[in-house]
């Protein structure tokens, strides 16, 4: 394969070629990068940047430099897959690095890096300044590479890191290609922990196990500290990489039980008191029924008014009984994980109880309060690390009374559209966030 860096200043790239396993590669042959400087496409004098037009500071590469630049590179090895890098463009994940190596590799259709000839050219497009005239993108622009939500000074970091995670994917690039089928992101898990030698360093011992001798338990060990570490700072990777029901069950041990509330008590009713609502069979049916889909433990339905848990009671018990299970096993399933319960502090001991351990609360609202602890859809890993049962509070009515959500440990931040209307249903407003918390999310790009 061989590689055309176009940059403004080549020498960035002159050890990063040289050493390490790049610059084995190069010395093996398998690979050749060559580095292209953009000035020596400009006319003596000639400046590579002008100002970008319209009104706003700052310089653009010249479209006809970066124009002469790319030809050169093709006349020279052939047509080229360009890749340019920007913030803008795709961000660069391992499965965007594997699609890539894949179509080098097995010499697949589209997004092809195979050229006419037979050996494979790549052209990497450093720019700077304010960028590249956004018209070369359009015309000549195979891929633009994002390597993150940040803006770097220029592309050659993004080329370079590029480079380190795309050529180790092709075979001879690294030594032990094991070493890359199997480490984080190759499956539903990130790596394991990995030890040297001392022994003990610091005070921290290698784990017994891991110098046990025993394979097959440390093989067991190794896929139950990956799925933990997964859970605790990646859950949003485990939920995109399409797990198998074996993973889904293994990922399901390691995270804490959950339960959900339904409160029909400490509520604010219309302005602003504080007071009790009814229950709804709907609510009690599509909540049971979300519960079950995210694997919600228990369900309570929370209201301390005598009446009310009599309907509970009435809307339950067909279901519950042996004839509603015949009628309808999944609505049976669902609605026997239901409780219903007077108070907050009744579903706190029952859990309590069930768990050995008491629960971290989160509470939800339609808006944004003051709280310590508040949270988003990505903090899994801050509540799930104690082990501690998760129970999620919901209200009914206006909202959550103000001190439930004050003496909680945990705010989840509002789900919310983008228009002015503010008033999910809380059933809806449960299913959004049981998905985001705990749904799978395949990504299929
Ligand atoms: C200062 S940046 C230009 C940023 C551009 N004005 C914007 O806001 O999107 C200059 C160049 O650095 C490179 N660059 C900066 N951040 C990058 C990132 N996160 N990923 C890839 N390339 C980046 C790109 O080549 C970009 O054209």
């Known amino acids: 394969m061989k590689i055309s860096i176009i940059t403004v200043f080549p020498e ?69 897959f360009k890749i340019f890098f920007s913030p803008q463009g795709t961000k660069l994940t391992q499965r965007v690095l594997k699609r890539l190596a894949e179509s080098v590799n097995q010499a697949t259709e589209r997004p092809a890096l195979v050229t006419p000839s037979t050996t494979p050219h790549l052209i990497l497009v450093c720019s700077r300044y304010e960028g590249i005239d956004a018209r070369v993108e359009q015309k000549y622009a195979d891929l633009v590479l994002s390597i993150g939500d940040y803006v770097l000074m220029g592309g050659d970091v993004p080329a370079q890191v590029f480079l380190e995670g795309f050529l180790r994917l092709l075979p001879g690039i690294v030594g032990t290609w094991s070493s890359v089928e199997k480490e984080s992101f190759s499956g539903p898990f990130l790596d394991h922990p990995e030890y040297g030698l001392p022994v003990e360093w610091h005070g921290m011992r290698i784990p017994d196990i891991v110098q046990s001798g025993n394979h097959a338990a440390i093989e067991a060990w190794r896929t139950e500290e990956a799925c933990k570490k997964t859970m605790l700072r990646r859950f949003d990777w485990f939920a995109s990489s399409q797990p198998s ?17 339904l409160m029909h008590t400490q509520v604010k009713l219309k302005e602003g008191i504080i007071g009790t609502t009814s229950i709804t069979s709907i609510d009690l049916h599509d909540t049971a029924r979300s519960c079950a889909t995210y694997g919600i433990k228990n369900f309570f339905m929370v209201s301390p008014l005598v009446d009310q848990q009599a309907i509970m009671a009435t809307l339950l018990n067909f279901w519950i009984s042996e004839e509603g299970r015949q009628y309808n096993y999944s609505r049976h399933h669902a609605v026997s994980r239901v409780r219903t319960v007077h108070g907050l502090q009744d579903v706190i001991a029952a859990i309590t109880a069930q768990e050995g351990t008491a629960p971290i609360i989160i509470t939800t609202s339609a808006k944004y309060h003051d709280h310590p602890g508040k949270i988003d859809f990505t903090s899994h890993g801050r509540v799930w690390e104690s082990g501690r049962p998760v129970l999620f509070l919901f209200g009914t009515g206006q909202g ?25 249903s809380v059933r809806s407003a449960i299913a959004i966030i049981l998905d985001r918390w705990l749904g799978l999310h395949p990504d299929l790009s």
Not at 45 to 51: G, L, S, V, Y
Not at 403 to 421: K, W
């Open 12 to 80: 960035v790239h002159d050890s990063f070629l040289r050493l390490s396993l790049i610059g084995r590669a190069i010395e093996k042959g398998l690979i050749s990068i060559h580095t292209i400087r953009f000035s020596d496409f400009c006319q003596p004098k000639e400046r590579i940047d002008e100002p970008t037009a319209g009104p706003g500071a700052g310089m653009i590469l010249k479209p006809e430099v970066v124009e002469k630049a790319i030809l050169h590179c093709e006349e020279q090895w052939g047509t080229g």
């Open 400 to 424: 959550l009374a103000d001190e439930l959500i004050t003496s909680s440990d945990f705010l989840l931040a509002p789900v919310q559209g983008m228009t002015d209307y503010n008033h999910l």
């Open 245 to 261: 029901k074996e993973d889904c069950t293994r990922a399901q041990r390691i995270i804490p039980p959950h339960y959900v509330a």
